[in-house]
């Protein structure tokens, strides 16, 4: 499979994380490398939601973890048989890719089974053992195919499949003649070569079959007796030996393909298929969709190899804040406007971290750099993620840089910042009907300081009394989070777009109620005057207290 190499912001992202992701994708494509694909790690709050459907662009893929699956390792370009084809086929096939296995499939594409050499050649061995009767299933179009044979005359539905039994004449008539007595002469192939009297015998009891060797064709009488008789007759340009070894390899690959050998999902995780692995003797497994075809083939050797994805952030590099089971894969770049965190690489890759606004301004910065133009449907994506992650240009994150990329924004999309900002604001901003742990989990993001970590929410609002109204709910919500991370505390920033400052909302461990220091308005909730940014404001305060505690 091809390589992906996915573009994704946060858990829980805001719009500034979903529309960076989009952009800097279709910026990567623009440059020649279609493999850059936007993705998102967390469903859409309301206010990106609007925002893609105002301007009719496609949502990126919603990716809720990478942890390690099947299709990150699996091989896609796999060739499939079906399954009234012939093992010798199969074969020819296999020795000509180099395939070790190939997956059998009915008519309508299904998968039944899988060819692999231990599994035919086993069965192969069987018919051909000395000690037993020579009897498989066939048709007389795979016979005719395997051995190159010339049709001389062939009689009923030459694709029907059969039990046959196979008999070669080697041994004297009379011998021969009570052979084929003590047989159902409606399924018997004969190997003759160029006896005529085997021949005329063989016809008389109305065989199945007769293959001649060598090239042998029969005189004329026995034709006619032949068309008569209903009896096929065809030539074989091989001397008798190679013919009834090769007239093995005629069955179907259904009646040779291992039935036993579990299928897997694209989705399956790896240490989940790693045990039925160890149980598949052939060591490879077929990857089925949900209608039960083929998509891929997966072998011990392909999870040794490094998976076919790789990722680059945007708006975040903290691990805690990452999609879980990120540590598995290769991060090419990181693209953010946070504090620095602790995200591991295991090579040197490009970190680009800013003092700015929103991650969108770095990356409609980006464009001009390149010399790219920003596409028309991308523009007003970036402008909606610097006005949302500066409220409009008003929060103390924002920088001159955020004012003139949304000024050249807003000129190249004909959209004005003010008018834009307020619409979007209040699409965020509309919580009635809401559930408390929706809203808590809209933009969630876990902090470590030390020994000890933290969740801090946020969301904005009209008016904050809405969500004081509903204390009761959030506090119960807030305290599962903090008992779920293992945290010092869990907290709800309300922010007041309309006066510019925010209500705390906390559950903390008893112990650290002492070190907060805001002003208290009631239990558990705390006056934060002119904080609207959880980045540049708030956490800050937060880590004080933190370190405070830990001393």
Avoid at 57 to 74: C, H, S
Avoid at 277 to 282: M, N, P, V
Avoid at 331 to 341: C, L, S, T
Wanted: with cysteine.
């Amino acid at each position: 499979m091809e390589k992906t190499v996915y573009i994704i912001g946060h858990k829980n992202p805001d719009t500034d994380a979903v529309v960076s992701a989009v952009a800097y994708a279709r910026l990567k494509n623009l440059l020649g490398y279609p493999e850059y694909k936007a993705a998102r790690a967390g469903h859409l709050n309301p206010q990106t939601s609007y925002i893609f459907q105002k301007f009719a662009v496609p949502r990126p893929e919603y990716i809720p973890d990478l942890i390690p699956k099947v299709k990150y390792f699996m091989q896609d370009d796999v060739e499939v048989v079906r399954e009234d084809v012939s093992i010798w086929e199969a074969i020819g096939r296999m020795e000509k890719t180099e395939n070790r296995v190939m997956p059998v499939i009915d008519k309508e594409g299904k998968y039944l089974s899988l060819l692999h050499y231990s599994g035919f050649a086993k069965g192969v061995l069987t018919i051909l053992n000395p000690e037993k009767k020579h009897s498989f299933t066939t048709n007389i179009d795979l016979i005719s195919k395997t051995l190159n044979a010339q049709p001389l005359i062939i009689k009923g539905d030459s694709s029907r499949i059969f039990k046959a039994s196979i008999h070669v004449a080697s041994s004297s008539l009379e011998t021969f003649e009570n052979r084929l007595e003590s047989h159902a002469a409606e399924n018997i192939i004969v190997i003759a070569s160029d006896r005529t009297d085997i021949h005329k015998v063989c016809i008389e009891h109305k065989v199945k079959l007769l293959i001649t060797t060598s090239g042998c064709v029969i005189d004329k009488e026995l034709r006619e007796l032949a068309e008569k008789n209903g009896v096929s007759v065809i030539v074989s340009p091989y001397s008798t030996s190679p013919t009834s070894m090769l007239i093995a390899y005629s069955m179907p690959v259904s009646a040779m393909g291992d039935e036993e050998i579990k299928t897997v999902s694209v989705n399956d995780t790896v240490s989940k298929i790693k045990e039925i692995l160890k149980d598949a003797h052939c060591k490879y497994l077929p990857v089925v969709d949900e209608e039960n075809k083929i998509v891929g083939m997966v072998s011990e050797h392909d999870l040794l190899k490094e998976p076919n994805i790789e990722v680059i952030l945007v708006d975040h590099n903290e691990i805690t804040q990452a999609v879980e089971g990120i540590e598995h894969y290769k991060i090419q770049e990181v693209i953010d406007h946070h504090r620095i965190g602790a995200i591991p690489t295991k090579n040197p890759i490009t970190f680009i971290n800013r003092p700015v606004g929103s991650t969108s301004t770095q990356i409609a910065v980006l464009y001009k750099e390149y010399k790219i133009p920003i596409p028309k449907d991308i523009a007003p994506l970036l402008l909606c993620g610097i006005l949302s992650d500066t409220l409009i240009l008003q929060s103390a994150t924002t920088t001159d840089v955020d004012r003139e990329v949304a000024e050249y924004l807003s000129g190249i999309s004909d959209l004005d910042i003010k008018e834009l900002g307020n619409e979007i604001l209040i699409a965020g901003s509309n919580i009635k009907g809401r559930e408390a742990g929706e809203l808590i989990h809209q933009d969630m993001k876990e902090y470590a300081e030390g020994k000890v970590c933290y969740t801090a929410s946020q969301i904005e609002v009209g008016n904050p009394q809405e969500i004081l109204d509903r204390k009761a709910d959030f506090m119960a919500e807030l305290k599962i989070e903090r008992r779920s991370h293992k945290a010092l505390f869990s907290c709800l920033l309300v922010t007041d777009i309309t006066k510019l400052s925010s209500v705390l909302l906390i559950d903390f461990d008893s112990k650290f109620e002492q070190f907060i220091t805001f002003p208290k308005m009631e239990e558990n909730v705390y006056y934060l005057q002119g904080v609207v940014s959880r980045k540049k404001q708030l956490v800050p305060l937060l880590t004080e207290a933190v370190t405070n505690y830990q001393i």
